[in-house]
């Protein structure tokens, strides 16, 4: 650490520069082949792509992690993780590929795909989100609509990857996920599109391509 006008900046260390070509000449490093699938993230992007790539498993080696259409249940469709404490309205429908986590309540008609759903969210009656991930304790509104972008590698090439694509592009902040800071309220009937907002902001408006401080 450099210690400058009293600010600690810790030092960058590149893992392939600066670890493995050190290693490789000193001949202690070695290779791991394996036929399980890996995933880089290094873009929220990837957070949910990762996440389905874990749910498509658990459905061929662990099938009971993941929701299943019962009577007086919410509608599954795909491969849905549901924490046992969150609270699911039975009008509700998830999936594909959703992951909601401890203390989440999801409210009547409310629709979710592609997203994650962190502890202790609420999505009240009818919103709609798609392609989010929603921060810890953040709260959605009625008839709200929070959606993103997907940033998915081509699903035709089996050694794709997802693009480290740069936050703004021609100035304008590159069209990814929806992300949700912690504790973020929005507010009813109002659209988010292609935002990142940073925890503890209740919103006001609808919002599109933007980042909010």
């Known amino acids: 650490e450099e210690s400058s006008n009293g600010w600690q900046r810790a030092e960058v260390i ?9 290693l490789a000449g000193s001949g202690k490093l070695y ?34 992690r993941l929701a299943q259409n019962k009577p007086g249940g919410p509608i599954i469709r ?29 409210g009547a008609g409310v629709r ?5 759903v962190l502890h202790g969210a609420s999505l009240h009656d009818h ?3 798609l392609n989010t991930i929603v921060g810890w304790d953040s709260t959605i509104g009625r008839w709200a609509r929070v959606e993103g972008t997907p940033s ?18 021609d100035g304008r902040l590159t069209p990814s996920i929806t992300i949700l800071g ?11 599109l292609n935002s990142i907002v940073l925890p503890h902001k209740e ?9 909010i401080l």
């Open 31 to 64: 290779v791991y082949k394996t036929d399980g699938f890996w995933s880089q993230i290094k873009s929220a992007g990837s957070a949910i792509y990762a996440s389905r790539l874990y749910l498509n498993q658990y459905s061929k080696s662990h099938p009971e």
């Open 152 to 169: 998915d590698p081509n699903p035709n090439d089996p050694y794709a990857k997802i693009d480290s694509e740069t936050l703004f592009r």
């Open 78 to 106: 795909g491969n849905v993780y549901i924490h046992p404490t969150a609270s699911i309205d039975s009008t509700a429908v998830l999936g594909p590929n959703v992951s909601i986590g401890e203390g989440v309540t999801v």
């Open 112 to 116: 979710v795909r592609e997203s994650i």
């Open 14 to 22: 590149r893992l392939e520069q600066d670890v493995f070509t050190a």
């Open 182 to 192: 912690c504790s973020v309220t929005i507010p009813a009937e109002v659209v988010i």
């Open 127 to 129: 919103t709609c989100v």
């Open 203 to 211: 919103l006001s408006r609808s919002y599109k391509n933007q980042i």
